[in-house]
């Protein structure tokens, strides 16, 4: 069984005042500002990072608070995200959901091997702390998680206990604002294929090519996968290939006709 500490009477009372304040947000901008208030105080940072969906099957939507600028949920450079939040993921699952923390060397590690183009690459790149907690929703099977960074240490004991009091209220809080335009048009999980109509491709080029058909590039989707992008090329001209077809929007228009016509 789990167990952490509970808060002196102190911080029971300023957390009672954000979990007020907190129910009556409906728009980023009073987000934003509840974040970058008296809640600085309990988990200082920078940027809020939030992930939501299946992320084993790599349906995940995502949402970016923060003051600085260019760090905006879809600014140049936030096509990463699902790498990015998939090892972020990873390390909390690694740590059995319980808040933890990837140190600036994992962290910087991390960076360096992924394409940061823009505003929001060099925002990530000023960070130095990172902290990870999120929330598994049993009835859905799916997970949010929700990742603090800071360009300073963030206390560990303080930090571990607030984030554990206060995110599902910041879920919560999140859950009440609309869907901003980008996220309504954003596909809930790349299309796939059934069992018998994959063409003859294995399960990876089947998951290149729904990213493919989301209009990815080569890097793009070796970023999200982990991968470099001169080993989604070799994929891609095996794909071609197996498929009778010269480039990639052939191939799919092709998997498109199978997937709609049979």
Not at 80 to 95: E, H, I, M, R, T
Not at 150 to 157: A, G, R, V
Not at 183 to 208: A, F, N, W, Y
Request: with cysteine; charged share 20%.
């Amino acid at each position: 069984m789990q167990s952490y500490t509970l808060p002196i009477r102190e911080d029971a009372g300023r957390y009672l005042k954000l979990i007020e304040a907190g129910a009556s947000i409906r728009r980023h901008v009073d987000l934003l500002y509840w974040l970058q208030g008296d809640m600085q105080r309990c988990l200082p940072h920078d940027i809020l990072l939030a992930g939501w969906g299946n992320f084993q099957e790599g349906g995940v939507q995502h949402d970016i608070v923060s003051r600085l600028p260019g760090a905006r949920s879809y600014a140049p450079g936030t096509d990463v995200l699902p790498f990015l939040l998939g090892k972020f993921y990873d390390c909390w699952v690694a740590a059995l959901r319980n808040p933890c923390r990837m140190s600036f060397r994992n962290f910087e590690y991390l960076l360096g091997t992924t394409s940061l183009p823009g505003s929001f690459g060099h925002a990530l790149r000023g960070m130095r702390s990172v902290l990870i907690h999120g929330l598994r929703d049993e009835r859905s099977q799916n997970e949010c998680l929700y990742v603090m960074l800071s360009p300073h240490e963030i206390p560990e004991e303080s930090s571990d206990t607030a984030i554990r009091m206060l995110l599902p209220c910041i879920d919560a809080a999140l859950r009440q604002i609309s869907l901003m335009p980008q996220q309504r048009k954003q596909v809930s999980k790349p299309t796939s294929l059934p069992p018998e109509d994959t063409l003859g491709l294995s399960d990876r080029e089947v998951q290149i090519m729904a990213w493919v058909a989301m209009g990815k590039t080569n890097s793009e989707i070796g970023s999200i996968l982990n991968i470099s992008g001169f080993t989604v090329k070799n994929h891609m001209q095996r794909i071609f290939q197996k498929l009778n077809v010269f480039n990639r929007a052939q191939a799919v228009s092709k998997i498109n006709r199978v997937t709609l016509h049979g």
